[in-house]
């Protein structure tokens, strides 16, 4: 059964930093890209970032580039998102998926950001 267990949200100022970790059971990361996702209040779940398997190239969001990183560790099975210069528009819950994707979503991990 593929789960993802989202973790390491909070509440931050503008300008702060935080780190998202993503645990994933049920299939091995290396074999599958990954990415992060997140849903703001109110709007629906949008892409932000995706990391390749083959080559471990990345791709993200206009609006977090240069400010998030997204990365894996497969030997754990874990998928992470560095998040920089938090926005207040960065507010929203933030999940992790694999392409293609799978149906059953974690509980994601909520962000707030204000001050």
């Known amino acids: 059964q593929v789960q993802f267990a989202e973790s390491g949200g909070g509440l931050v100022q503008p300008g702060g930093s935080l780190t998202l970790s993503c645990s994933v059971s049920?299939?091995?990361?290396?074999?599958?890209?990954v990415s992060w996702y997140r849903q703001p209040p109110g709007q629906g779940r949008e892409w932000i970032a995706h990391h390749f398997s083959h080559n471990g190239a990345t791709a993200y969001l206009d609006s977090v580039k240069g400010r998030f990183t997204i990365s894996r560790d497969n030997a754990k099975n874990m998928i992470f998102l560095q998040m920089n210069d938090l926005k207040p528009e960065d507010t929203a819950i933030y999940y992790c998926?694999?392409?293609?994707?799978?149906?059953?979503w974690g509980q994601g991990t909520r962000v707030t950001v204000s001050s």
């Open positions: 049920g299939f091995f990361i290396s074999n599958y890209h």
């Open positions: 998926n694999r392409s293609p994707l799978v149906p059953s």
